[in-house]
């Protein structure tokens, strides 16, 4: 049984809503309503493990680019190289994430989340120990491995869990993994730049914890997939035709590439371009990551509770082109001002990516898996390809040129007018 049947047989106020089915029956809407008034109460105990557990995840992934200026003076790396590992890690992922999504969506696999993790234990082992540029790309790939088999099925848990409030759970999902993004920099920043690469094996201990966390959700989801077995499900369609749903697929991959190079150009570069531009150590470079992954953060958690509330198509129009007045003064800011735009940047950027996501599962709504792993592997595609091509360019010309050329990439939020209005409060 899929996770799409079993969580749109969750009703709530906010599904009924959204469906046009559940419009043209109102008296069925009301019975239903009633029959499922206990089903309304978001999970919050499994919402909160997966955002824990998206935490210590992400926190782990986020030192493979948060150690980049202790490997690029260790092995004398250069851009390109450093783009390599990104893409080594981004595109494992990628590539994976659609697939993983698409056969869980037909067999869930309630404990594949805690062998995910596993994996990305495997591959951070590996880095710490890792003597040269292959074996620093090999471990990269596994821990993109681990990525692409935890993101799909933690998403789709998160849908499950959401009592209907599909914004907010998918927010209260990825604010966890954002929240381990900019943790990373500040432990790389104080215990792997002190104590050098090694000390990538101490944070084997958060990949453990996650496992085990991980390992209970996986046991309430065989549960709660063993109850919803025999009860009956009502079909849901998408509430437009098969053309205008592959057209707004497509404009939401380019809003996605849009959010994710512009981001890419930050995540794995701006501590490289901090130092080189303004001349300041490796720790306060980290420091100023994190003020802009907190950012980042806090602008996650915001997206989908708003899009629950006024539609997620309207956030998508703020999100990605509301940044476009501080990308196009960054390049040129000084050291302080640098600094206190990437705020707004994180803010108002990374509020799109949680009403993309749920956007797109109401658009395939009997594909939830397929779309969270598609739209999580191209997320992280984007990411790997922009940062070898910006790695690539710094090296012909210079990092500063490349925040020039970035700053004009939220401009494709202008195809946000080509989505289709899903329901009235999209």
Known sequence: MSETNVSESVSSPQMDLNDPQDSAEPTSNV?????SRSSEVTAFTILMALSVSHLLNDTVQSLIAAVYPVLKDSYALNYTQIGLITLAFQCTASLLQPIVGLYTDRRPLPFILALGMGITLCGLLMLSVASNFPLILISAALV???SAVFHPEASRVARLASGGRHGFAQSLFQVGGNAGSAIGPLLAAFIVV???QKSLAFF???AVAAILILLRVGAWYRAHLAERVSKPVRAVSSP???TKAVMAIAVLLCLIFSKFFYQTSLT?????????TFDISVQSAQIRLFVFLGAVAVGTFLGGPIGDRIGFKAVIWVSILGVLPFTLILPYADLFWTTMLTIPIGLILASAFSAIVVYAQELLPSRVGMVAGLFFGFAFGMGGIGAAVLGWLADQTSISYVYQLCSFLPLIGLLTILLPNLHPKS
């Open 31 to 35: 019975i239903d309503n009633d029959h």
């Open 268 to 276: 794995s570069y701006y501590t490289l371009y901090l130092i080189e």
């Open 240 to 242: 437009v035709s098969t």
């Open 144 to 146: 993109g491995i681990g």
């Open 204 to 206: 084997s201990v958060t």
């Open 194 to 196: 002190p104590w050098g």
